[in-house]
């Protein structure tokens, strides 16, 4: 199992960035997709969850309204849409994957299993 991502960079407040992660050797039904992030010196926090099964998508409250989680099927790669970004959302993001969700996510860092490397956001 293989996760990449990528589109990270930096951009101004309030500018937008769109994260991608690419899935390979992994399959998304069944399973839960996140992202999580973590600035330095802190720990790695969740930040947003879809589930394949229910399409049910769920959000970090600092980034409610402003961020948002999608998958293409085809294209096994989940996606990050981040707008009217602050520089607190400044960090290293990863895409995570757990197995064995039907309905729900979970969103605690033990609970995935497959991570990529990430891909740095920052926000002046």
């Known amino acids: 199992v293989q996760l990449v991502e990528s589109g990270g960079g930096s951009v101004q407040a309030g500018g937008s960035l769109r994260l991608s992660c690419a899935a390979s050797?992994?399959?998304?039904?069944?399973?839960?997709m996140g992202w999580f992030r973590q600035a330095p010196g802190k720990e790695r926090g969740w930040v947003a969850a879809?589930?394949?099964?229910?399409?049910?998508?769920y959000y970090a409250d600092s980034v409610k309204g402003r961020f948002s989680i999608s998958v293409d099927y085809v294209k096994n790669t989940v996606y990050l849409e981040m707008m009217n970004l602050k520089p607190e959302d400044t960090s290293m993001y990863y895409c995570?994957?757990?197995?064995?969700?039907?309905?729900?996510?979970?969103?605690?860092?033990?609970?995935?299993?497959?991570w990529g490397q990430g891909t740095q956001v920052t926000v002046s």
């Open positions: 879809m589930n394949s099964g229910s399409d049910n998508t």
């Open positions: 050797g992994y399959t998304f039904s069944g399973s839960c």
């Open positions: 995570a994957a757990a197995s064995g969700y039907r309905w729900t996510c979970p969103t605690r860092v033990t609970d995935f299993e497959y």
